[in-house]
């Protein structure tokens, strides 16, 4: 068990690596968070619609767009000189390579989303602060469930035909139950009411969070393997 | 091919059968007292929508069974089935907002199980995208395996987060932990209705099934022996 923790340790490393070195894809996403954030509140009408009742779905949705991004990435970097062959080779588990990945994928879309948050707050004047820690709790676990789920996609699209577009299209019925419990719980939250009020949709995301990573985890070789 | 023929005789006795739960539906049936001639709609909605959600559960157990068998006929299966499920979703989607416009005053409502047979409805066009996305038949199968156990797995989800909102939909009658609670006479129409469903999906999965078959290259569906 170490073992495949440490293998897939370093195959995260390597693509955090890669991009560190280009920053080309991390930058372009953060680009593209402000940029949705700005549609958003050009897309409202400020004196007809409180901030912070569209505050929760422009959070979610700026993530969605943003996530879905860059979970193309993680298996695309690989089809250049053939490089997932050469990883597949590797004296590497499969379910490292499937957790090195999703960890990846978790640090970038992490990363993403710690860019989005505070500019979210100032464009939108909503103040973070008082509840940051447990909306940084709904926002990690609502993230893990699709991203999880969104490495293993990405996985079978990367080698289709029409990665860019069938990624989306198979992921977002994925994503919008666990998109919609964390809507409900930041809405909650920004407008100072109990989270106990949304706990049946928190305890559903936990669940969520386990079947699909545990599901991931098993199903990974069957998308790479001949 | 016998199993064309034996489904195209099936699916016409079927389709006899229909216009009997129609003739029973609308002349020996009584007349619901609140919702008028609108609830006749029922004996075709409820039915469809049992099969749309048990095709997708099939696909599913299929799916699981083609990963450990990789038997080229479970995969088949998954594939009729899913196509199935997709018409029954549709049939499902059509009739709910003909029966909406007169009792909820509107086609259309965001409701908790509209929602769902939508997800479900998308859920069966990722399926089919991409199938028709991936050249190789291998991996096609493979690829149709890990996102039909996926989606058999969201379906409980996607059921439990309706259940969080409140619903303008009526609450089940027939599938619901007590006694039915409609009258004897609806309940025949009804239960009549449920096993003419039955028939014609397996009849449509019968044909779908054979021209599978007879899509595939002779070498590798091995032979026309059904």
Redesign the interface.
Known sequence: MSDTLRHAWIIARKDLLVEFRSRTAILSVAVFTVLVLLVFNFGRDPTAVAAVDLAPSILWVTFTFAAMLTLNRAFQLELENQALEGLLLAPVGRSSLYLGKLLANLIFVAVVEAVGLPLFALFFNVSLLPVLAPLAGIIALATVGFVAVGTLFSAMTARTRFAELLLPVLLLPFMIPPLIWAVLATAALLAGRPLSETGGGLRLLGAYDIVFVTLAFFLFPATVDE | MKLLRAGRWITAVGFVLLAGVYLRALAFTPVERSQGLAQKIFYLHVPAAIWAETAMVLVGLASVFY?FLKDPRLDRFAEASAEVGTVFAAIVLTTGPIWGKPIWGTWWSWDARLTFTL?LF??Y??YL??RG???DP??RR??A???G??GM??VP??H??VY?FRTLHPMPIVLKPSAPSLPGSMLATWLFSLSVFTLLYVAFVMQRYALGLLREPPAEGGGLHA
Do not use: D, T
Request: proline share 0%; charged share 5%; with cysteine.
């Open positions: 990963l997800f998308l859920l066009a990722g995208l991409l996305a991936v050249a291998g991996a493979r690829y395996a890990v996102l156990i996926c797995c969201l989800f996607i439990f987060s969080l």
